[in-house]
């Protein structure tokens, strides 16, 4: 699945600006530090928007486009932020030939947002997996640790309740 940019809004604070420079300073003379760079940087703001990527190319001296490319090509990096509810909807063979994709079309029609992103309040962020391990209680997905199985898209508005 392609990666979308966040809609919510950047909230950095100027800690966390200290502590990206501080790690930019640190690597920025080590060759293939970049990766480094923009791991650390994810752990500092829990993901990588515009404008931590803009200080990462301007203090590394590479460009936006190759930050973004990295930031893009491994799944290890997120473009929007997590919300306070991070939900994964199974879309493994087992889940989606039980109605999956059911589940999660009703989820982003819901929250208005779809799979990479987060809702604007923070509330909700939404990500589509290939397997969460609970097979025999397909289809299923996962509100942080908390399964649920057999399910329909009838289910999502109750389930959603409860987080609200």
């Known amino acids: ?28 003379k080590v060759e ?38 990295i930031a893009t090509f491994y799944a290890q990096f997120a473009l929007s932020p997590k919300g306070d509810h991070q939900i ?9 030939v039980n109605g999956s994709q059911d589940v999660l079309d ?8 779809g799979p990479g992103e987060c809702t604007p309040d923070g509330k909700f962020s939404l990500e589509a997996c290939r397997c969460i391990g609970a097979c025999g209680l397909a289809p299923v997905m996962m509100i942080g ?9 009838s289910d999502v508005d109750t389930i959603l309740a409860k987080y609200a």
């Open 1 to 28: 699945m392609k990666k979308r940019a966040s809609t919510v809004p950047f909230r950095g604070t100027p800690e966390q600006e200290a502590k990206l420079r501080a790690v930019i300073e640190e690597k920025k």
């Open 32 to 69: 293939g530090s970049l990766m480094q760079v923009m791991q650390e940087a994810q752990e500092i703001y829990g993901y990588l928007p515009l404008d931590v990527q803009s200080i990462i190319a301007e203090s590394m001296g590479v460009s936006v486009e190759e930050v973004y490319g």
């Open 88 to 96: 994964s909807v199974c879309l493994g063979t087992a889940c989606y």
């Open 106 to 113: 009703r989820l982003t029609e819901v929250l208005k947002i």
């Open 145 to 153: 640790d908390d399964v649920y199985g057999r399910l329909t898209k």
